[in-house]
Structures are given as structure tokens and as C-alpha cells.
Antibody
Framework: QAQLVESGGGVVQPGGSLRLSCAAS???MYWVRQFPGKGLEWVAF????????TYADSVRGRFTISRDNSRTTYFLEMNDLKTDDTAIYYC????????????WGQGTLVTVSS | ETLMTQSPASLSVSPGERVTLSCRAS??????LAWYQQKSGQAPRLLIY???TRATDIPPRFSGSGSGTEFTLTISSLQSKDFAVYYC?????????FGGGTKVEIK
């Protein structure tokens, strides 16, 4: 396991932007975040070929999930960040189109604070 | 949205004991349930999917059961490496949702 590697986290002010990256091979890919109180929340999904994307209500219109054409890197573009977006962000792999996750990255911390 | 409720929130257990963790869904999710283990500072690790199928390399002391709205994760004989937080996750409908977790601590 641990074949996924995230990067791009950091500290940003409210209203700011960040782009997270996940180095991975061509699977259905998800972003899941974990709040400081430890709760887990699904954020976004992209089909392996990029033909379908889905977002949680809490981020729709602010976050965009994408992948590069080689399908080796996935991205989460985060705009208009809010303090409530502060969390560890994980990319998570769905191996069989089953919507459960057999591999997770190590996580990247996003802190939104003034 | 399907709400997932785990109980208890925490429990203290001695090594060697049998442990049963519960997860309840607010609506019928058939067997579309996964269990994850998370140790401090690490990402979640898949244990069970399809309510009862062990993931690759997961030892047989971990077992899952249930369907519909009531699910159980059982650890037959707790080892020191099993002290962690356990989460359930439903994937029957969107949005995918997680339970709040059960922390298994050393007694």
C-alpha cells in the first residue's frame, strides 16, 4: 500500500486558494478530509477517465477535482477557502468502482487561518 | 444523506479479549459498508468491504457482519497492534458518509 503521495498543503488565509496533488496510477480517485476533531468527510470524486466528477455540497462551486492526461497525477483545486476547510486531505483509491478505498495517501495538512 | 452512527465512542479492552464494534445506518444500505482502522498519525487502512469481505492481508481475527442498517466489526482476540480508531463508511448512496469512529484503548 501507500502508493499514493499527496502534496500542496499549507497555511492560507480565508478566501485564498491552494492546489493539492496526488501522484497515483489510473484509478477512480477520491479526496477525503479529516477535521481536527477526527471526523472524516468525503470531498470529491473523479472517474478514472475523467468523464465524471462529483462533489460534496460543502465544497461544490469552490473545489475542482481533475487529473493530468497521463492519469498519473490527480489534483484538487481549492478556492475561496474557509476556516471550516482546515483539515488533513487524503487522496484515496477506489480499485473496483466500489466506492470503498483500498489505498490512501499519507495526507497533507491544509490550515485556513488569518 | 445517510447518517452513520458508531457505538461506543470509545472502549477500554485488555489484550486477548474479544471486541465488538457497532455501526448503524439511518437508512437501508444493503451490504455497502466498509470498515477502516486508523492509528495515530497514519491514514485510514481498509479492513472490510461489502460488510463482511476482508481486504488484502487483513488477518482473520477481524470479521464483519450485518446488512440493512445494523453492522458489526468483531476482533476475535485483540492484539496490541489493534489499538486504534475504527471507522465505518457507507457507499450505497451519495454522498459517501463515515461514522464518527470508535476508539479502542488499552485497559
Amino acid at each position: 500500500q501507500a502508493q499514493l503521495v499527496e502534496s500542496g498543503g499549507g497555511v492560507v488565509q480565508p478566501g485564498g486558494s491552494l492546489r493539492l496533488s496526488c501522484a497515483a496510477s489510473g484509478f477512480n480517485m477520491y479526496w477525503v478530509r479529516q477535521f481536527p476533531g477526527k471526523g472524516l468527510e468525503w470531498v470529491a470524486f473523479i472517474l478514472y477517465d475523467g468523464s465524471s466528477r462529483t462533489y460534496a455540497d460543502s465544497v461544490r462551486g469552490r473545489f475542482t477535482i481533475s487529473r493530468d492526461n497521463s492519469r498519473t497525477t490527480y489534483f484538487l483545486e481549492m478556492n475561496d477557502l474557509k476556516t471550516d476547510d482546515t483539515a488533513i486531505y487524503y487522496c484515496a483509491r477506489d480499485p473496483n468502482n466500489g466506492r470503498w478505498f483500498d489505498d490512501w495517501g499519507q495526507g497533507t495538512l491544509v490550515t485556513v487561518s488569518s | 444523506e445517510t447518517l452513520m452512527t458508531q457505538s461506543p465512542a470509545s472502549l477500554s479492552v485488555s489484550p486477548g479479549e474479544r471486541v465488538t464494534l457497532s455501526c448503524r445506518a439511518s437508512q437501508d444500505i444493503r451490504t455497502k459498508l466498509a470498515w477502516y482502522q486508523q492509528k495515530s498519525g497514519q491514514a485510514p487502512r481498509l479492513l472490510i468491504y461489502g460488510a463482511s469481505t476482508r481486504a488484502t492481508d487483513i488477518p482473520p481475527r477481524f470479521s464483519g457482519s450485518g446488512s440493512g442498517t445494523e453492522f458489526t466489526l468483531t476482533i476475535s482476540s485483540l492484539q496490541s497492534k489493534d489499538f486504534a480508531v475504527y471507522y465505518c463508511q457507507q457507499y450505497d448512496d451519495w454522498p459517501i458518509t463515515f461514522g464518527g469512529g470508535t476508539k479502542v484503548e488499552i485497559k
